[in-house]
Structure formats: structure tokens, C-alpha cells
């Protein structure tokens, strides 16, 4: 990992920490290598069952460090750095089969609002923050804004977000389901830790395979859906934590689950 990005793993769930304070986490080439490498380490460690998403300093990410381009690069050449620079992170936040969580501290704006809302749940805080600020500087959304926010909250509501500009702060958020938890701002970090625990101990590869599921139906009907989740339950069939799970139930006690 580079200093732009730390990585740690306690008690089966990495943290990654996005760590240019005094550029409020903004995001430039290091700072994209560092969500990738770490991600890449959870997809493939499988000692790691849960990760939180977080940033150092007073804000989660500002968005996109605007000196990445250079004034000299051309527009098209900026739309493909964002092609090419963000859908490999969207697609690895997807492609992960373990429960991601975002402690959004702060004000997570623009991209960095992209990648609160790619994260699987968020905890937050009343003083926490999502800004679609590309429409302060001329800009539609990018790294799947759009996508990623109609999905939340349905089109209507997610353009008045967008084309208003404003920050939806922590409460705001949460009625509009944009985080799943709302908690004192000291404790965002060890909160979501603390949720990543509890859900490490559940049978991660049913919570990957429930990702899958959850994903693919936003794109398709209803028999594909069904269709697409008998497929992908064989690989809970053949699970030992299946067994565990129908073993603890006939014994009456807790199942320890190994994710696997």
C-alpha cells in the first residue's frame, strides 16, 4: 500500500483508510492505486470477512483533485482518465463478495460521494455529508454518480440532488435511505467496525452470493432474477457453512460460521 491509502485487518475486517488530510482525501493517481491494491487484498485474503471504507481527517473525499488533469489535457483526454481511472474501482466494489462499509466522516463530495454510495451500507453522522458538487463547477456527475444515486433514491429525487449542488447532511441522508446508520460523529469508525465484526461472523460467501443477487435484479425481470439465483445457490449448497447453519439449528445453538 502507498501512504495515500492505509490498510489495516483486525478481528477478520480491513479497514481502508483514505489518507490525503490536508488535500481533504481528493483523489489522484495514488490515492486511486491505493483503493485498488487494498480492495484487490480483501477480494483475495479470505481471512478477510468484512472491510470499512473510511477517511483520515476532517472529510471522507473531496472528489477529484482537479490538478490530476494539468491544464494542457484535452477534454477528451479527461474523459478517458475518468473511464479508465474509475471504472476499475466501481467494478472491484461490485465484484467483491464480502460486505463493504463506508464510515463517512465528514463531507464526501463528487467522485468521493460516488464511492460512499458504491460501498455496500454507510454509517454516518447529523454533521456527515453527500454533495453532488459537479454541478457547482459545470459539470454533470461522473464514476457512476448518476447511476449509483438513482438507484438509492429513484430519477426525480435524484436529479433535484444533483442539479441543486447542495450537501444532503447525515439526517437528511438517512430518511432518504442514502445511509443505514446515523451515530454520534466520534464513533462513525469504530461503529462500522464494530458492524463489520457482526457481519464477519456471518457466512460470507451467503452474503457474496446475496450481493450477486441484489445486484443483477436492478437490471432484470423477475424469471431471470429467479433464474439467476438458483444458479448462483449451488454454491451454498455445497457450502460447509450451510451445513453448519442447518447443524446449529436442529441442536439449538448459535452457528459458527467460517465463510466458507
Do not use: H
Request: proline share 3%; with cysteine; net charge neutral.
Amino acid at each position: 500500500m502507498n501512504k495515500a491509502v492505509l490498510f489495516e485487518i483486525k478481528n477478520s475486517v480491513a479497514t481502508i483508510t483514505l489518507n490525503r488530510p490536508d488535500r481533504y482525501n481528493a483523489v489522484n493517481q495514488d490515492l486511486i492505486d491505493g483503493i485498488i491494491s487494498g480492495l484487490n487484498k480483501c477480494k483475495e485474503d479470505e481471512a478477510i470477512r468484512s472491510i470499512v471504507l473510511t477517511g483520515n481527517g476532517p472529510g471522507f473525499c473531496a472528489g477529484a483533485d482537479m490538478s490530476v488533469f494539468g491544464v494542457q489535457a484535452t477534454p477528451e483526454e479527461r474523459r478517458d482518465y475518468i473511464i479508465e481511472k474509475y471504472q476499475p474501482i466501481m467494478k472491484l466494489f461490485f465484484s467483491i463478495k464480502k460486505p463493504i462499509i463506508g464510515a463517512i466522516n465528514g463531507t464526501a463530495a463528487g467522485v468521493g460521494a460516488a464511492f460512499a454510495l458504491a460501498c455496500d451500507f454507510r454509517v454516518m453522522s447529523k454533521k456527515s455529508g453527500l454533495l453532488y458538487a459537479f454541478i457547482n463547477i459545470g459539470l454533470g456527475p461522473d464514476g457512476g454518480a448518476s447511476w449509483l444515486l438513482t438507484r438509492q433514491v429513484g430519477y426525480s429525487k435524484a436529479l433535484e440532488i444533483a442539479v441543486g449542488g447542495e450537501k444532503i447532511l447525515g439526517e437528511e441522508c438517512l430518511k432518504l435511505g442514502l445511509t443505514n446508520k446515523l451515530v454520534d460523529e466520534k464513533n462513525i469508525l469504530s461503529e462500522a467496525q464494530k458492524w463489520g465484526k457482526e457481519l464477519s461472523e456471518k457466512p460470507t460467501l451467503a452474503i457474496g452470493i446475496t450481493k450477486q443477487d441484489m445486484f443483477f435484479s436492478m437490471d432484470n425481470d423477475l424469471n431471470d432474477s429467479i433464474a439467476f439465483e438458483a444458479e448462483k445457490q449451488i454454491l451454498a449448497f455445497k457450502s460447509n457453512d450451510l451445513m453448519e447453519g442447518v447443524t446449529a439449528f436442529l441442536e439449538k445453538r448459535k452457528p459458527k460460521f467460517l465463510g466458507k
